[in-house]
């Protein structure tokens, strides 16, 4: 009997077929005691694992690239944290074995984040993967991960980690479904990348039965159980029209009737960029740097290699305009030679533009190697600052760049309430605003952009969310300067032209939405897309946001 199930959809497409679970998860590993003289050979046997999976997770980034690489980089990192190490490490002092005391070290730094309520709790999911995968190797057992099969199915997990988001093949794996996560979630993020239609935040989702027939709506979030004939024939209709419309439409972005709505890829390293040629980017509207950086916690990355890799980019984009951010660490992108180990809340603390700030040598050199990569290009070279609070901010942001001689526009990101409250007044220093929708509903909702349990708080649809997206784009006409988006929400076709109809200026999504954004933004006037944004912020919730745009645009 058909049922249906709702979670988020953070990922286009529809997905038809059996359900396969996620293998299990690594047995607890005894709680036995060894001999103090064995204690250093255990500890040897802890440190090779370790080294083992990070450099198995850094592999795998290379092999994957893009986004995928800087995430797995990070978690790299977090398994060779050395105060970590330092707590297996005592631990095996006092009998436990190798795998015991990693089993237990980890378990303690988990209960510290959660118990804590700060931000990095949020990667909970990505420390309970490295644990797994060092306890695995100590213990000589498989690692849990994506089943064996020879035929297509939708994957189900309680939640996915980065590693095996990274590599999934999409003509094996039809589309998944996790119980946890939301829609900035890195494997919400990695599964529009790779294409990959996705529900995520379904309760009860580890409850499907294996080979069951599903059927997911990655758009609605809608999951079909068992499945008709004529609903499955109604979804595969629906896919095939999405697919006419999507072969159909190219060129750049723009509605019905003319009003241009420029479309941007974005970027993670030069790995992404031959998928956001081939979309139809206009350019690049996020180009993130973090990459370079966390190729060694320990310091930052020579000016001669980072020109390299900005230079990569900017060549693929001719005439094209190339928005960078500055690098972004702190929080859950902790670096040893930059960010503090003992803030009580690190996305309340030193991070962004704020850690740039206290190292002036590292904003110094980034800034003077994208002025060098650009030299000699025809392109139209922007660069903007993470987590900008007011003009103050704005101000050190644009002093910085001209006094690295970088001959480009300065910019900054929306990402606090502050920022896009007081938009006028930055845009007194800087020349143009890129909303990051993700952090600003962060910080708007108090609700961590990791952590199913709040995902409603995280939709971009909240009328709260998009009074502020509002504010920002009319500050901005008003300075006549211009304002994008970069979150995730400029994926969502119909959400893309409700931001069009705010005044948002440009569009920057993964290379996969480019054109489902971009048919769907063709198929509506200017006119549609301002009454369908009244009619949202005019909504009480995100759903009833929803379905008030999508009355408009529909025509009814």
Known sequence: METTLRGVGVSHGVAIGEVRHMGTAVLEPPAKQIPADEAEREQGRARQAVEAVAADLIARGNLAGGEAQAVLEAQALMAQDPELMADVERRITVGSTAERGVYDAFAAY???????????????????????????????????GVPDSDEPYVLIARDLAPADTALLDPTLVLGFVTEEG??????AILARALGVPAVVALPGAGELVEGTVIAVDGSTGEIFVEPSAEKRAELERAAAERKAALAASSGPGATSDGHKVPLLANVGGPGDVAAAVEAGAEG????????????????????????????????????????????????????????????????????????????????????????????????????????????????AFAD?????????????????????????????????????????????????????????????????LLDLVAASA????????????????????????????????SLSMGAASIPYVRATLAKHTLAQCERAAAAARAADTADDARAAARAVLSGE
């Open 110 to 144: 988990r209960a510290l984040l959660a118990g804590a309520g700060e931000y990095l709790a949020g990667r909970v999911a990505d420390l309970d993967d490295v644990r797994n995968r060092i306890v695995a190797r100590l213990l000589g057992v498989p690692m849990p």
């Open 182 to 187: 939301g829609p900035t979630s890195h494997s």
């Open 284 to 395: 690049v509207g996020l180009f993130r740097t973090e990459f370079l950086f966390l190729d060694d916690s320990k310091q930052a990355p020579v000016e001669a290699k980072q020109v390299e890799a900005y230079r990569k980019v900017l060549e693929a984009f001719p005439e094209g305009r190339v928005v960078v951010r500055v690098l972004d660490a702190g929080a859950d992108k902790p670096l040893d030679f930059l960010t503090p180990a003992d803030e009580p809340n690190p996305a309340l603390g030193v991070r962004g533009l704020r850690t740039l700030l206290d190292h002036p040598d590292v904003l110094r050199t980034q800034l003077t190697a994208l002025a060098k990569a650009a030299e000699g290009l025809p392109v139209y070279l922007e660069v903007m600052a993470p987590m900008v609070a007011d003009r103050i901010d704005a101000k």
């Open 400 to 464: 910085a760049c001209r006094e690295a001689g970088l001959r480009a526009k300065f910019g900054a990101m929306v990402e606090i309430p502050s920022a896009a409250l007081r938009a006028r007044s930055i845009l007194q220093e800087v020349e143009f605003l890129s909303l990051g929708t993700n952090d600003l509903a962060q910080y708007t909702f108090a609700a961590d952009r990791q952590v199913g349990a709040v995902s409603r708080l995280q939709d971009p649809w909240q009328p709260a």
């Open 474 to 505: 009319e500050a901005a006409k008003a300075e006549g300067k211009s304002c994008g988006v970069c979150g995730e929400a400029a994926s969502d076709p119909e959400l893309a032209c409700v931001l069009t109809g705010l005044g948002v200026t």
